[in-house]
């Protein structure tokens, strides 16, 4: 093979290659990255962190699940909704409260259980909940934290809820119900489709799916492991 023949079928390989492709920042135009005070809504971060972040790691952040149909649908439901302005009112005093199971919130927006945080920022969830907290917004803890529940819960003083996957048994179900509670969760946000493992064509194409369910299992492996710690007997000193 000629030295010729080698550029092209190197040049072949990386054309087609997810290395190079993991570079590319689909923008229509290629923009000045703007400062920090420049950024005006939640959409302005998203090209910046898609710049910035490794790949897996933001795919993991925004993806949705098999072809992502539902995450674009919930994204256009929002262009669907008009707001009427109304013209010659006193509008001094606009009050976003709710109240829910309750708890009085200060508007109806919350923070949606996930993990994986400490992808995204060193404190992982805890600094979640400090921003959480800032926002005036309810934090939902989720299962898979990095944080322990109680840590999580002492990094900041806004209202917590916990997400809960079932447990092999009512009674470990209800241990860690009762140490979110303790640790002051108001709320159980109880997922019920923990039984099928969802595609995420994003994870796929980034090769990243088979080492997700890995992490997941080990994650479930550990767990199960301190539960039956948790449950055993204390060891007994045996003197001759």
């Known amino acids: 093979m ?45 090209p910046i962190a898609q710049a910035k972040m490794l790949r897996t790691a933001f795919d993991f952040l925004s993806l949705g699940v098999d072809a992502e149909f539902t995450l674009r649908r919930n994204s256009q439901a929002f262009d669907w909704i008009s707001l009427v302005p109304r013209l010659g009112v006193q509008a001094a005093a606009v009050d976003l409260s709710t109240e829910v199971f309750g708890q009085k919130l200060e508007h109806p927006l919350m923070i949606a259980p996930t993990a994986g945080h400490q992808q995204f920022h060193p404190q992982g969830a805890a600094e979640t909940h400090r921003g959480a907290t800032l926002a005036k917004a309810t934090y939902i803890v989720s299962t898979g934290t990095s944080v322990p529940i109680d840590k999580l819960a002492a990094t900041a003083a806004g209202p917590l809820w916990f997400q809960l996957y079932a447990r092999e048994t009512a009674e470990d179900s209800r241990e860690r119900v009762e140490t979110a509670v303790a640790a002051g969760c108001r709320a159980v946000a109880f997922t ?49």
């Open 192 to 240: 019920v489709d923990t039984q099928y493992h969802s595609h995420r064509e994003r994870l796929l194409h980034d090769r990243a799916e088979p080492v997700q369910r890995e992490h997941v299992e080990r994650e479930v492996e550990h767990a199960a492991v301190q539960e039956h710690r948790r449950h055993e007997p204390p060891p007994v000193a045996v003197r001759d």
């Open 2 to 46: 000629t030295r010729r023949d080698c550029i092209r079928h190197f040049s072949a390989w990386l054309a087609g290659s997810p290395l190079l492709a993991a570079q590319l920042v689909p923008r229509s135009a290629h923009h000045r990255v703007r400062a920090l005070s420049e950024l005006t809504t939640t959409f302005d971060f998203e």
